[in-house]
């Protein structure tokens, strides 16, 4: 079972948080594909459904960058990225942060 995972607690200092830089989460075979239904599909309902926790969705839109970071840019009957399973999926997340921050500093 999925767990929360809070992606802001690598970027905070003496109690503020940092930006966020714009990580991606690299492919894996294990990712599930899905074709998002506007009107319909919301990140927190496939977050719920494939994670087990409302809380996620950031991750299905760090996976799918083309959209800009905001789910209102998806088009209707699009595909979209799951990375699968939650915590292959915080792993790249936590891989690609260290990444980030050895390339460009804390």
């Known amino acids: ?20 830089p714009g990580i991606l989460i690299p492919n894996e075979t294990s990712d599930l594909i899905m074709i998002y239904k506007q009107g319909l599909t919301r990140l927190d309902k496939l977050s719920l459904m494939y994670y087990n926790n409302p809380y996620s969705g950031w991750l299905i ?22 990375p699968f399973p939650f915590d292959s999926a915080i792993t790249r997340y936590i891989t690609e942060v260290k990444n980030h ?6």
């Open 101 to 106: 921050k050895d390339l460009y500093g804390e």
């Open 61 to 82: 839109m760090l996976a799918n960058p083309q959209f800009g970071g905001l789910e209102f840019n998806i088009p209707d009957m699009t595909s979209i990225r799951i």
């Open 1 to 20: 079972m999925a767990t929360y995972y809070d992606r802001y607690n690598g970027f905070e200092i003496n109690s503020l948080v940092k930006p966020i």
